[in-house]
């Protein structure tokens, strides 16, 4: 998977990969992660180098949350400079987030952008239980917006992920992407069986 990077116009290769071509990767990446019992990922000194010197070239941007059980990665098996991850509590959208996303899509010409829930998060569960005081409410007040008395776990995961999807299309710069073949998508990862469950648009 990995011997484009070391090709002399690595630094273009983000730009010719489609949303679709993207997607499958991923969806290809989580099936091997379901059936292998270790990372084939490519962290060698010779990528390391190579990055460096020639910058990345990521092929899709993954907002996830914080939980140290959710390492996209892992979960779709790449290795160093194939994607872009932003991760935060509740894979919630502000500000920071956004301007991360715009920054890969406009400079990195990223054409996937993909919002990944989990199973069983905390956060989606604190702001099930109401409003928490202090820092965390910047995270679960946006949480509550997204899920409203929802008390299904799964539900809440599906609705607070697609709210996130929706920030992101609401924003003028993503959307002037769209006829570059931007795509916005989402999933919810599956914490008991690895397994990612893409969200039909």
Do not use: W
């Not at 010197?53 to 993954?62: E, L, N």
């Not at 890969?104 to 998060?121: D, E, F, P, Q, Y």
Request: aromatic share 6%; net charge negative.
């Amino acid at each position: 998977m990995y011997q484009h990077l070391f090709d002399p116009e690595a630094r273009e290769y983000a730009s010719r990969v489609s949303a679709h071509e993207a997607l499958e990767r991923l969806k290809i990446g989580n099936s091997q992660f379901i059936t292998s019992r270790r990372t084939a990922s490519d962290i060698s000194s010779e990528l390391v180098e190579h990055l460096f010197v020639h910058g990345q070239s990521p092929y899709a941007i993954v907002i996830t949350c914080s939980d140290s059980r959710v390492v996209p990665e892992h979960i779709f098996m790449t290795s160093l400079g194939e994607l872009f991850v932003i991760r935060v509590a509740g894979n919630v959208i502000g500000d920071s987030e956004l301007a991360s996303v715009v920054y890969a899509a406009s400079h990195l010409h990223t054409r996937l952008v993909l919002v990944l829930g989990h199973t069983h998060c905390g956060a989606i569960e604190a702001a099930m239980h109401g409003h928490e005081p202090g820092a965390v409410s910047a995270i679960t007040d946006r949480i509550i917006e997204a899920i409203g008395d929802e008390k299904d776990q799964y539900v809440a995961s599906t609705m607070n992920v697609r709210n996130s999807m929706a920030v992101l299309k609401a924003n003028e710069e993503l959307a002037a992407l769209e006829d570059d073949g931007l795509e916005i998508v989402g999933g919810v990862y599956h914490i008991h069986s690895g397994f990612v469950d893409f969200l039909k648009q």
